[in-house]
């Protein structure tokens, strides 16, 4: 928001945004950095063959971005729609359970949030973030 400042003029106008921009901001902020997997059989991939057994990581922030699948994927767009971001998985077994809460707590956040300021300014690089040391999960403090 402190890049986008339309952003925040989005959520304070309100109306449909709320429809959309909490699976927009998990998409951009993608929580999970990777799953592996075991392939179950041989399939065929942008001409590489993964094998049955082999494993398989699934990099979640990569596949956020993909500019073959999403339209300007390093910009923040609160009214993307459809929005098929990978964070919660492609449905199945593995599919998050959490993800109506996510959405929800995102919605609710960014709603209470966008009444109570006027404008969001960074207080320096994103560098001077700690990161928490995790190579599941994507986090600063």
């Not at 994927?73 to 593995?94: E, Q, T, W």
């Not at 009444?115 to 928490?132: E, L, N, S």
């Given at each position: 928001?402190c890049?986008q400042?339309?952003?925040?003029?989005?959520?304070?106008?309100?109306g449909?945004?709320?429809?959309?921009?909490a699976?927009?901001?998990?998409?951009?902020?993608?929580?999970?950095?990777?799953?592996?997997?075991?392939?179950?059989?041989?399939?065929?991939?942008?001409?590489?063959?993964?094998?049955k057994?082999?494993?398989v990581?699934?990099?979640?922030?990569?596949g956020?971005?993909?500019?073959?699948?999403?339209?300007?994927p390093?910009?923040?767009?609160?009214?993307?729609?459809?929005?098929?971001?990978?964070?919660?998985?492609?449905?199945?077994?593995?599919?998050?359970?959490?993800?109506?809460?996510?959405?929800?707590?995102?919605?609710?956040?960014?709603?209470?949030?966008?009444?109570?300021?006027?404008?969001?300014?960074?207080?320096g690089?994103?560098?001077?973030?700690r990161?928490?040391?995790?190579?599941?999960?994507?986090?600063?403090?």
């Amino acid at each position: 928001m402190c890049e986008q400042p339309e952003l925040l003029e989005q959520m304070k106008e309100g109306g449909t945004v709320w429809d959309t921009m909490a699976d927009e901001v998990i998409r951009w902020a993608t929580p999970a950095t990777y799953f592996r997997r075991t392939a179950t059989q041989d399939y065929d991939l942008h001409g590489k063959t993964i094998r049955k057994g082999d494993k398989v990581l699934y990099w979640f922030a990569s596949g956020n971005r993909d500019e073959n699948y999403f339209d300007e994927p390093n910009r923040v767009n609160l009214m993307r729609s459809p929005n098929k971001h990978l964070a919660f998985g492609l449905g199945g077994p593995h599919l998050c359970l959490g993800m109506w809460l996510a959405r929800l707590e995102v919605t609710v956040l960014f709603q209470e949030l966008s009444k109570r300021i006027v404008g969001i300014t960074a207080d320096g690089p994103q560098h001077h973030a700690r990161k928490v040391p995790s190579a599941f999960q994507n986090q600063r403090q």
